[in-house]
């Protein structure tokens, strides 16, 4: 079993002051290249609760170190929690989803913002240690599950409804989870589509990930089907970085923190079939560098493909990087008159 002093003794050693702040950073390239350095700030006794010394206690107290295979590290910096939770503005009433909670040092700060939080965690061992934690307070349940396979609407919507027969004026949940990098990918796709059942999901993500997300540009090797995906679904934001050094153990990567504010269906683009319209855009990038007369000739004749694109608009000889999510729209609308 690894103790408590073997868990001290892999860690570096973190500055604690009492009045550092947290800046947010920018997301220009050059500020993505500063120095990962940052201090872990103990501002206040709620803040202590889940500082350097408080998560090693409770993983110790389950005799567990962090598993590679499930993706996770642990946040060190109780004002990074903080954070988190402003950046969703989480306020007294919020019903609020969290994957993966860990110790629980994100869902005190949820809990102490006055929301009622459903936390889905795989780890058995996490999933005990959480419920113990907030066994005295109703404002909490966990769930052991793997989050990319649970019925996630079937979990959220009977407390919705709690909520309106309640007279109450909620209407959507959030999201707000310091995610294993490994899932995310798939935490984005399962959940963007739910703006009906969510108004945010705020993430804090891989930082290269959220920055490709949030500002892949057109005619760059890094903008792909996901960017169209995120910008029909949400209106994203890169809200802070995260260096590495905040987290147990130490990723190779820094992170950062993205607010996805959801749309909901009548906001979304017109097309006559999301299924149909994401087939034509993965169709297109699997050809990237093909011409999209030649990428989209499956779908009908290299001449009429290149007649939806002049009625839309846009050269014949595009190619899909050169395609805004409104272009794609045109286009889809056009070749379903073909």
Do not use: W
Not at 29 to 42: E, Y
Not at 47 to 57: C, F, G, N, P, Q
Not at 134 to 163: A, Y
Not at 169 to 179: P, T
Request: aromatic share 8%; net charge positive.
């Amino acid at each position: 079993m690894t103790t408590a002093v073997q868990l001290f003794h892999s860690l570096p050693p973190i500055a604690f002051l009492p009045t550092a702040t947290v800046p947010a950073a920018k997301s220009s390239a050059g500020a993505r290249n500063q120095p990962a350095s940052l201090h872990v700030v103990c501002s206040s006794r709620k803040s202590r609760d889940d500082d350097y010394h408080a998560t090693l206690k409770a993983l110790n107290s389950k005799g567990r170190f962090p598993r590679k295979s499930l993706g996770q590290h642990y946040m060190l910096n109780p004002e990074i929690n903080e954070q988190l939770a402003r950046a969703a503005n989480v306020e007294e009433g919020d019903v609020v989803l969290e994957i993966g909670p860990g110790t629980g040092s994100l869902t005190n700060v949820l809990i102490n913002s006055g929301a009622t939080v459903l936390a889905i965690e795989k780890d058995p061992h996490m999933v005990d240690l959480v419920r113990e934690r907030f066994e005295t307070t109703d404002k909490f349940k966990v769930l052991q599950e793997d989050f990319v396979k649970c019925h996630i609407r079937s979990h959220i919507s009977p407390i919705l409804e709690s909520r309106k027969a309640l007279n109450v004026s909620l209407i959507r949940a959030k999201v707000v989870s310091n995610l294993p990098f490994n899932i995310s990918t798939d935490v984005i796709k399962l959940l963007l589509p739910m703006g009906d059942i969510f108004s945010e999901v705020v993430l804090l993500l891989q930082e290269e990930t959220a920055v490709r997300l949030v500002e892949s540009s057109l005619r760059t090797s890094e903008y792909r089907p996901i960017n169209i995906f995120v910008n029909f679904y949400s209106e994203p934001e890169y809200n802070f970085r995260v260096p590495r050094t905040n987290f147990f153990p130490q990723p190779n990567v820094d992170a950062a923190v993205v607010t996805f504010r959801l749309k909901q269906a009548p906001d979304y683009p017109s097309v006559a079939s999301t299924k149909s319209f994401f087939s034509m855009v993965h169709s297109a990038f699997n050809g990237k560098r093909k011409m999209l007369r030649r990428s989209l000739q499956h779908i009908c004749p290299s001449n009429e493909i290149e007649r939806a694109l002049g009625d839309a608009g846009l050269p014949t000889t595009s190619r899909p990087e050169e395609l805004t999510l409104d272009d794609f729209v045109k286009l889809y609308n056009m070749i379903a008159k073909v």
